[in-house]
């Protein structure tokens, strides 16, 4: 019943749906939730640039590689310039992202712009890393996002200690030598790994309920940081496989979409459950 | 008829009455640290904007901007309930929310064959600043057949412009105390409920008013960025308001005509997309603004009065 092709997407959406989940438990213990909304606006601007790139250098426009490099390079990039930017006086972290956030989106408007007035500039291709195109995924990007997850997955047991003591108190972290700056970028460079990954998942937009939705799911139940990164892989890779498999009961129904509903719908009602658990505990 | 009267004010006219609207209601939300609001709420009008069409049947503009308003005020409430029932911040809850109205916005529009709403994903996106212009016959060159003659979202924008000043002008005083002291708001009375009800809706009309005419790209880029622009000169918030919009006009205007007349002088003849581009100098403007700033305080010496707190 299921077919080889719904095998590989399912395989990719759960692999996905665990590394996103895993690595935002972590992203939102650190308070840095709209930095995953920045990397993906940012990638937006690389993508084009990418085609721009491709087409001068006459490796042509299309070249999945070179797109990749550019979109990370951009969403690295805007990522990283948050904190320094919140920093400055009066502007704050809300500030920062948002300032952000509209520069690299409006960016990615204009250069878009230019790939799409190019002859060759078919939008066809481009036009999909909007929204995501998960049924379009092949055994190539499956064996990306696995060597992807296993990196991931290893380099947060490793800084997993680390990661949460700058967490949960940055000063104590700092005297105690553990090193605040070099912590914070591995954690961006990880969420940008799982952005840019994702774009071909989820698209610019939902890839951050990838990473956000599930992480606050688990984060609703008590545990250490460890536990709460575990079941959140775990809610992703549930809930984005019950998305692929409405979708594809539903043809009509994209794939981006189902599992970003999916994984709101637990939220939701964990949220639900969570207050109704804490009111009969005040009562008793 | 001139092609710029016919392409280049509308367009410019929009962009103004966009950033008077947006910039105004901005402020509170930059106070408040909020300016994140505006980015979650521009994503999260797009079911509305299908559920408008699929309720009432029409492709009336009326039914789709109701929608976009309810979805917008839903996403503020649902992230409200959020924060306050789970242990997170008003960022996560806002990316939660505004992800889930997003994915079924355009869910909606996949599965619903609505289709024929008129709606691309990517203008809703991008927006549409190049396709208000008017059109008047030959014969008919005078002011008023011009102005007759705007496109409908210019006049929604001017009333969403108007009632967001008139809100910031007569709740000022309470608009100020919630912001700086909620508690103090809370317990005194001083500023009840309704008047930051009041603020919400006219913040979300403003936004999907400017949604509807420039695109989300530009009002994430026009809520935000005046108000951190003119926040390190300003000395009150009547001074930050008036700064802001004082700053962002000629920085938009002056974006706007580049992304629409400089690739002709490159050689190409194709512009660029007008709103990525004022949203990108208004960004640009931020940083810009904080390092004059800077500047400025080290030689009129510290302690003078950008160090004061706006009030």
Redesign the interface.
Known sequence: MIGANTMLVLAGCALFGAVSGATGTFV?AR?R??V??VAGHAALPGIASGFLLGEVTGLGGRSPALLVLCATITALFAALCVAP?AR????????A??????????????????VQ?HASGAQGGL?TL??GSAAAMRTSDVVVLTVLSLIVVATLTVLARGLAMVAFDEEHARVAGVPVRALDFALIVLLVACVVAGLQVAGV??V??FI??PA?TA??FAGSLRVTALRAAMLGTATAVAGVLASRV?P???T???M??AA?LV?FTA?VL??KHKFAERVA | MNAFLAVDLPALVALLLAIIACATVGNWLVLRRESLAADATAHAVLPGLVGGYLVTGTRSPWAMLAGALVAGLLTIVLARFVVRATRTGAATALGVVCTAFFALGVALLETQGARQVDLDPSCVLFGSLETLFVATRESESSLLAWVTALPRPIWTLTAAAMLAVLASVIFAKEFAIRAFDPSFARVSGAAPRWTDDTRVIATTLAIVAAFEAVGSVLVIALVACPALAAAPFARSVRGQMLLSIVIAMPIAIAAYLASAHAPMWLGTTNPLNAAGTVACALAAAVPLSHGVARICQRKFHAGNAFNRRPV
């Open positions: 939102l308070r939730a709209l995953s909304d930017l400055l006086r009066r502007l704050g972290d809300d500030g992202t948002a300032t952000m956030l509209a520069g690299s989106f409006g960016l990615g408007a204009a250069l878009l712009s230019i007035s036009q909007l929204l937009v939902l951050v309920a956000l939705t606050a984060r609703l539903l009509t129904f994209p981006g979409s189902a970003t509903l709101s939220f949220l969570h207050r």
